[in-house]
């Protein structure tokens, strides 16, 4: 069919920023009209990605790609598994996810890979049968916290057991992502948000690019370093749903007792249950 697609899949090179391109796809109106972000997938080296992770940090920058690669997907492909034993294998994917627990890791062979693993996977645009992955991902603790092996790059999960007033949570989240520093305090605090992703019961919800207000909706949200959108979702089907509302932050020198608090702070002052 003459100018139809089902997929476009973007190959970067190994040095490539996910972020910039992922950000690139929202901010562009002309694209934005025409395809969606469906999610970003990384591939890493069974047998050489633990050195790539530990590289020094480019002059200028915070992070080495590798790092940043891991902190943006939202699946990771380990690769090459047939050149490291199974125990190798384990703390490897204890590192990938101590830098991004809400990542989907699957292992593979000479790049065999499900293509119903990396296609559709809607992190962007709708809920899936295994949504919310990130909360199912950092369920285990009410605030999941992972260090990597510099300890800068980090993830945290801030249940959010209430239903919550949309005006102030974007207002929360826009304070975050835009000022760099924790929610309600003053000065910035050198934070480096990398995603954000979450799940969340809200009030008085408002649609981007819309004038009609929803009473109460399920609202997931995604954000690429200073970029987030958000979109209504139908509400999770199971007995323990109210366990996987929360907002899942990945970053760098996230400060995280100081989030947990400011967070606390708005579920305290922004519940309308």
Known sequence: RKGKFDYILLETTGLADPGR???????????????????????VDAKNVGRQLSEAVPKGETMNEAQKQVAFADRIIVNKTDLVTESELDALEDTLLSINASARV??????????????????????????????????????AHHQ????????MALSAPERLL??????WIQELLWDSKVPG?????????????????????????????????????????EMFDSFAVPSPDSTSASSLYKLVLIGRNLPHENLRKSWSALVASASSS
Do not use: C
Request: no cysteine; glycine share 8%; charged share 20%.
């Open 148 to 155: 990597h092996i510099d300890g800068n790059i980090s993830t």
């Open 106 to 143: 699957s292992r593979s062979s000479f790049a065999r890979v499900d293509l119903d693993s990396v296609l559709s996977i809607g992190a962007y645009a709708e809920i899936g049968a295994d949504t919310p992955l990130f909360a199912r991902n950092s369920a285990s603790t009410g605030h």
């Open 185 to 225: 305090t003053e000065g910035t605090n050198g934070i480096e948000m990398l995603r954000l992703k979450a799940l969340l019961q809200v009030s008085d919800y408002t649609p981007v690019g819309s004038n009609e207000t929803v009473a109460q909706a399920a609202v997931v949200v995604q954000g690429v370093r």
């Open 21 to 43: 391109i992922a950000t690139m796809l929202w901010s562009n109106e002309e694209l934005g009209s025409d395809i969606r972000l469906d999610g970003i997938v990384t591939m």
């Open 166 to 171: 949309w005006s102030a949570v974007e207002e």
